[in-house]
T-cell receptor, first 114, second 115 residues
Framework: DTGVSQDPRHKITKRGQNVTFRCDPI?????LYWYRQTLGQGPEFLTY????????KSRLLSDRFSAERPKGSFSTLEIQRTEQGDSAMYLC????????????FGSGTQLSVL | AQTVTQSQPEMSVQEAETVTLSCTYD???????LFWYKQPPSRQMILVIR??????QNATENRFSVNFQKAAKSFSLKISDSQLGDAAMYFC????????????FGKGTHLIIQP
């Protein structure tokens, strides 16, 4: 069990650029979640996959955001035309089958949009 | 919509003393789970303790215990024999089951341990 892995740890980009983050969940976990955490706040739910199916999307997930989990393993989160308000830490979490109450988090990707 | 409120932005405690972090929540669901997560400077969210709403007995994990008051929708965390390694942000979180909307987190309490 190597834990949930996120890449990169930090990303600095200019406004208007596209960025993509990757999350590798724990191998036997079929559920994968993306959260966003801004300074001084708790994480906010963005979206959730069960295997390759994206089952829930928060209204926080504007049409500039897209997430995929093509083979039910790793997931990517892409932000197009980044804005300064997108600056935040993006956290990924995974959970085992039928154990939605046992989330394991990665260390996050810190995004700074200049 | 469900909400989680942590009214203490920061708490300070002397090493080896006991501290209690407060959390209130609101949900219309009857079946739910409550959690306390710790987020140290490394940023990784670490589960400290969890409580199923249908269980009346308060959860305990070593030095960590909760006081779950279902009628009052209150879920406080007690840390006994505080250690320097306990210093972190602590988040209270609620999950109503079914996968919908994931966890709802509070804004967190910054816990400082005075040596």
């Amino acid at each position: 069990d190597t834990g949930v892995s996120q890449d990169p740890r930090h990303k600095i980009t200019k406004r208007g650029q596209n960025v993509t983050f990757r999350c590798d969940p724990i191998s036997e976990h079929n559920r994968l979640y993306w959260y966003r955490q801004t300074l001084g706040q708790g994480p906010e739910f963005l979206t959730y996959f069960q295997n390759e199916a994206q089952l829930e999307k928060s209204r926080l997930l504007s049409d500039r955001f897209s997430a995929e989990r093509p083979k039910g393993s790793f997931s990517t989160l892409e932000i197009q035309r980044t804005e300064q308000g997108d600056s935040a830490m993006y956290l990924c979490a995974s959970s085992p089958p039928d154990r939605f109450d046992k989330l394991f988090f990665g260390s996050g990707t810190q995004l700074s949009v200049l | 919509a469900q909400t989680v409120t942590q009214s203490q932005p920061e708490m300070s405690v002397q090493e080896a003393e006991t501290v209690t972090l407060s959390c209130t929540y609101d949900t219309s669901e009857s079946d739910y789970y409550l959690f306390w997560y710790k987020q140290p400077p490394s940023r990784q969210m670490i589960l400290v303790i969890r409580q199923e709403a249908y269980k009346q007995q308060n959860a305990t994990e070593n030095r960590f215990s909760v006081n779950f008051q279902k009628a009052a929708k209150s879920f406080s965390l007690k840390i006994s024999d505080s250690q320097l390694g306990d210093a972190a942000m602590y988040f209270c979180a609620l999950y109503s089951g079914g996968g919908a909307d994931g966890l709802t987190f509070g804004k967190g309490t910054h816990l400082i341990i005075q040596p």
